[in-house]
């Protein structure tokens, strides 16, 4: 068997039906031998990084492996910014790269390059995967596709990167006769499991003024349901992070509402308050916790679940108390405290839940006046873009203000999924991965990216219409980065270079260019118009584009200024004050 035909029937028989391709001189007999196969379909994106973006988020919609193939050199390279989308938010994707023969490497002789475009990507990629490795030889190919595929799913998941010389590719090999992997046994103790979730039980007994914390290791473990029958068995409202708000339906009793930085305000009054934080799933990065992160949640005890041990110990450099660290899979951890919870005396905490509620009474994400206005405003178009969302439907966002508003005002419904890079928040990862989980879901999907992110991938638009699949794209178009010109508003006096139009930053016409891919579109620019222009994009039977019109002077409110804690320095809930209380002051203009 040659050894290309081999890769391929190992991609198909690990459950992926679809791999991203970009062809090149070392990549092509692995490219040919997927083609040849009824039980993979080879997709072509554009450009490497699409490739590799497409193929996490591939991964992301099966909770299986994603698959992409590139050539050596460029090629390889092109890979690295999905390689790190994946790394930081531990997605398994396998990521196979073509390399020079082994009879033109460089070797040991000390120059730069001897075959054509030669590259040692491996040790480029060894700090962004679970594990990299460039094949030596035909009949170590299943030992290591093994052991990469192991390793990208166990433990912590994410990216790996195997590396085939040109050469071994079109090698013949003796599939009976080569070397499995063979992986060493581990897992959580089950006792220690028990103990701990015993302890956690206790502190929820005692807590009248608990906040259950749920993260993107929730989505991995496929633990979603299990988390909401935690928090309903015992009656504990949910402040999810970004890469968990579709967990609960906006309208559930217990949902609490974004927290953090850029979250909502009363989600961060609810954890600021809070007397027992229960996180599971979430590495409670400073985004969350704000800075100095010493103030999260003053009054609370905490308890963090997380499967990697360095995100556990990482809390003494912040200087923050964890009063229960475990290490344990989010599922795992779940299915056992629910297990155990059946018993479990649950405190009345009406006037907790009344407290939460009144604060979101307070503080709405999107005032009534926001309605009012004539011109588009972008708290009022994500809420209407969550009421043309049908239960079930599946978002997908690019980051900057686009990601934060739809953070801050998107009401989920049942069943409703988004994704993001939550963790590399790359400029043009939407594009490509509408691309990836439309394939993988293979229904409509909704892509919210702005201006400035479309940029980045732009030539995707053609692999959409190649393949004929029905992304429905709203382009939040403030005509640069608003995000960056946020910034600059609170550091830089509103200088805004490199960040508008006027600041050195090309304007397109979108839609012209919409056109030219043979992509249909229209353009949203008033309030007044939400309801008909949504509903002919949802209505398209194929990919659409809706170019929706934000003025540049819209920021993301309320954001926390570096150096801020999430609140202010207002006393601990039971003082009258304390509702008078902001997270952060508008920004002017």
Known sequence: MKLADYVAGFIAASGVNHVFVLAGGASLH?????GKRDDLQHICPLHEQAAAMAAEAYSRATGNLGAAVATSGPGATNLITG????????????????????FRSKGDTGVRQIGFQETEVVPMVQTITNYAVRIDSPDRIRYELEKACYLARSGRPGPVLVDIPDDLQRAEIDPETLTAFVPEGNGTARPLLTENAASIIRLIEQAERPILVLG????????????????????????????AADILPAIHPLSVGTFGTHGTRYGNFAVQNADLIISIGSRLDTKATGSPATTFARGAKKVVIDIDAAELNKFTAYGLDIDLLVQADAGDMLRELNAISGNTLVPKRREWMGRINEWQGAYPMCPPRYADEDELNPYYFVKQLSRACAAGATMVSDTGCALAWMMQAFEFKKKQRFFHDFNNTAMGWALPAAIGVCLALQKPIVCIVGDGSIQMNIQELAT?????LPIKIFLINNHGYSMIRQTQDQWLGSQYLASSSAGGVADPNFSAIASAYGIESNTLERNGECADKMAEVMAAQGPFLCNVQINHSHRVIPQVKFGRPNEDSEPLLGREEFLRCMIVEPVAG
């Open 30 to 34: 692995l490219i040919d031998s997927i």
């Open 83 to 102: 390689i790190c989308c994946a790394y930081y938010d531990s997605v398994p994707v396998l990521l196979i790269t073509g390399q020079v023969s082994t």
């Open 464 to 468: 959409i219409v190649r393949y004929e």
């Open 216 to 243: 993107w290791g929730v989505h991995l473990s496929q633990a979603e349901r299990a988390a909401v029958t935690f928090a309903e068995q015992l009656q504990l409202p949910v402040a999810p992070t970004w890469a």
